[in-house]
């Protein structure tokens, strides 16, 4: 029990936590956003994937990193549009459209990483480049906060921004009002002029763009390489930390950080005698252990409803 607090209470798992927090934040706040326009964003794990490799294969070739955040954004966001296309236009289901874009990202990433590298499992044959990290002036020098807010990469910083932009996004813009309107209620919005189709393809745009974010951070900044389905299930666990958080900002960047303390929590165990198989499984448990407690809760809630509707 010592070795475990010794692990835990210390600032560099702290920062680790905030720092394997960022792609699942990410994708977190694209299905919050799409999910507000009432379509469920299913293929995030397979835009995440293609964007991590675009990345990588994208500023191998120009030499620039910035050049190479800009492809998986692009990229990401075009699989997001493929899936919106599908969707909306041939109306296609969301969750089959989901599944494949998840299933051709994982073998087509694979293949078009055999094509550009002659290797199926990691890009290690191609120069890609890495984004930077960042030192913040005179925070780094505060005694605990230095060591765990400074110094990360810089996608972590602008995922955090990301929150607020996303709140206000949802909370203080016209769209934002069009997106929740559509959401909650798409007749109505549709019978005062607003375009629902329109609307829930910039839903889903945007949240395609968010997890190319997470995707790139995965590919040039928590690793500096691809290897083959290197999300992991991240995707799935945004879905989940979405729902949990009741689809808002704060609630949503809360439980974010919470599968991201458990996934960091399963990292730090690696260096005690703990069966590695049993540590692999850990984030996955929270998530199903979070589900539990939210589905639990929102019985409750609806049962409370309906006993003071009969009373």
Avoid: C
């Amino acid at each position: 029990m010592n070795s475990l607090l010794n692990v835990i209470l210390t600032t560099d798992f702290a920062f680790s936590v905030l720092r394997v927090t960022t792609p699942i934040l990410f994708a977190a706040l694209g299905a919050l956003i799409s999910n507000r326009a009432g379509i469920i964003n299913i293929g995030m794990e397979g835009i995440m994937l293609v964007s991590a490799l675009a990345g990588v294969v994208v500023s191998s070739y120009t030499a620039s990193p910035w050049i190479g955040l800009l492809g998986a954004v692009l990229s990401g966001t075009a699989i997001a549009g493929m899936l919106a296309f599908f969707t909306l236009k041939f109306k296609t289901h969301i969750i089959l459209g989901g599944v494949a874009i998840n299933m051709f990202a994982s073998g087509g990433t694979v293949f078009l990483l055999y094509l550009l590298s002659g290797d199926k499992g990691s890009s290690t044959s191609l120069p890609s480049k890495v984004l930077p990290s960042i030192d913040i002036p005179l925070l780094q020098d505060i005694r605990v906060l230095g060591p765990i807010l400074s110094g990360h990469h810089i996608l972590t910083y602008v995922s955090i921004l990301a929150v607020i932009a996303v709140y206000y996004l949802l909370k203080r813009t016209p769209l934002g009002l069009q997106i929740r309107s559509v959401g909650e209620n798409p007749h109505a919005a549709q019978s005062v002029g607003v375009s629902v189709v329109k609307i829930q393809y910039s839903a889903l745009l945007l949240s395609g763009f968010f997890a190319s974010l997470g995707g790139a951070y995965m590919s040039m900044g928590y690793l500096s390489l691809f290897t083959r389905d290197m999300i992991a299930g991240r995707g799935w666990i945004a879905i989940a930390a979405e729902s949990m958080g009741r689809s808002t900002t704060v609630g949503t960047a809360l439980t974010s950080l919470l599968f991201g303390g458990a996934e960091a929590l399963a990292n730090a165990l690696q260096v005690l005698k703990i069966p590695a198989e049993l540590i692999g499984t850990l984030p996955y448990a929270a998530t199903v252990i979070g589900l539990i407690v939210y589905a639990i809760a929102e019985t409750r809630k609806k049962r409370r409803k309906l006993a003071q509707k009969t009373n």
